[in-house]
C-alpha cells in the first residue's frame, strides 16, 4: 500500500470543512406556519427561509482534507487557471488549498529562490493547530509553544504574568488550544514542501504589468531583465504590503502607506552563547516584554536554538527611514543605547551577529471597502497586500493564511462539478463574496494593530496587570 503524501479534498464536504446540517424541524415548522400566514395575507412583509446550520465535516474533521498517495490532477475544466502573483505567506498557502482541490494555478515569486533574501523573523500562529491543518500540515516541526508571558518595567520589576503556566497548571492543554512560534521561513518551507512534485512555481519571476484580454488575462514579467508573458483565467495579488498588483490594479490608489509614527528593529540571536546567562527568561518555552512607556522590547522563542526579539519605539518616519538605511550595525548600537535594561536584555543584544539584526519603519494602509474591487474583474488581493497591518498583535500571517483557504473553498464551492467554470461569473460569485468577507474578517485585526503601536509606547503598557498589552497576544 502506498503511503499517503499528500491530500486530496473531502468528498463528503467537498473540501469546505464543514457540512450542512439542513434546518431543525422547529425551524422548518415555523417557516412554514409563516409562509402561510404570508399566502393568506400577502399583505405582510415575505418570511426569510431561516439559513441552515453548519457542522464540522465528521469525515475530514474540519480541515476539508483527507490523506491521499497523490494530489488530484488539476481540472482545467470546472476551474479557473489562476496566477498567485508572490510566493511569501498568504501566496504559498493559496498555492497549497488549489493544490490539494485541484484548481491549476502558477506561483510567481520575484525571488530567485527560497532563500534569496534573508526573511528572519519569527511569527506567532495564534490558534496554530486550527491554522495549519486545512493546509495538510498536522505539525510544525520547528514549532515552540510557549506556557508563560511576563510583563516587567526596565529594571525588572514583574507588572504582569499570564499564559497556560500561571492559569492551567491543572491540565495537560495540548497545541489545538496553544499560540505557536515559528520562523516565518520554516512555515513559508513547510507550505513549500506540500508543493514539492508540481512544476507550478516560477521563481525569479518579478510581475510588473497586466491587461484582461478577451481571452484572459495577459501578465508582464520580468525575469533578470528579460521581459516574459503568461496568461491566466484569474489574478490573485499575494505580494505583500507594496503590493505591485494592487499599484496596477487601482489606477489611483485610495489608501497610500499610513505611517505608524514608530520604528521596529528585529534580532535574531542565538542561545548558545549566552549559556553563562542562565535565566528563566531563557527556557524556550517563555515570551517576555519590558517597556519604559516609550521603548519597548518583546523577546520570544524563535526555534529550538535561537531567541528573537522586536524592539521598538516613536520616532518622525524620515528619521525612522534614515536609521533602516544605516544598516544592521546602527540598528544595534541604537537598540544598545536605549536598553541598559534588566538581565538578560543587554546580555542578548550584545550577543545578537548584526547580521542578524533588521530595522523597518511600520506602516499599514486604511481599510479598503468590496466596492473598491467592483471594476477589477477577475483580479483580486489577499493578505498584506489587501490589509497590511502592523506587526503589534501578531495577526498579519495569521490573516493571510485565513484568506487563502477562504478563496480556494469559494472556488471550490462555486465551480460545479461537470461544468465549465466559464459559466460562472468569477468576480460576483466566487471575487465579490471572498474580499467582502475577507475586508469584514481583517478590518478588526487592522485598527486592533493600529492602536497597539500606540498603546505599547505609552504609559498604557505600564499597567500593573495579568493579561496582554496592546489589547491582544502581545
Ligand atoms: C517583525 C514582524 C513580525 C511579525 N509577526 C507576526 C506574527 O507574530 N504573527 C503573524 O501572523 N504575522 C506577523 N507578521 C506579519 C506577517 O509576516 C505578514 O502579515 C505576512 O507575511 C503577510 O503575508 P503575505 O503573503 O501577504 O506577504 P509576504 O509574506 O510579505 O509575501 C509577499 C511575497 O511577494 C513577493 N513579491 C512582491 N512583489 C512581487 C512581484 N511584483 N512579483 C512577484 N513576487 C512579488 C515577495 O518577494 C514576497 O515573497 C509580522 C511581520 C513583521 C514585519
Redesign the pocket.
Known sequence: MNTPTSHTACPDCHGLGKQNRGLSKRAKQRYQKALEVYQRFPDNPKPVKPKAHLQVCPSCSGSGLLPAPQPPKPDTTRFPHLAI???????TALAVACLHRGIPFTL????TDFAARAQG?G???QQAHTAVKGFGIDRLEQGIVSTRHIAHTPDGTVLGEWGMRKWDTQTNATPKRTNIHIA?QNLRLALLNQLSGTDAIRWG???NGFKQTETGIELQFDIQGNTSTAQADLLVG????RS?VRALLFEQEPYPLRYLDCI?I?GICALSPLKNTAHELLDQKTVFQTANGNERMYMMPYDPEHIMW?FSYPLAEAEAKSLSAQGAEALKKEVQKRTDWHAPIPQIINATPAALISGYPVYDRALLTPQAFTSCGPVSLL???AHPMS?FK?????Q?LLDALALARRITKMCKPDTSWKQTNLRKKILTPFETEMLDRSATKVKASARAARVLHSDQVLQERDGPRGGGKQ
Open positions: 502573483i508572490g510566493g511569501g505567506i498568504g501566496g510567481y515569486e520575484r525571488d523573523y511569527l506567532t500562529l516565518r519571476h518579478q510581475l499575494a505580494d505583500g504590503i505591485s521596529v528585529l522586536q493578505g498584506d497586500a506587526p501578531g495577526q498579519g500571517a495569521n493571510a
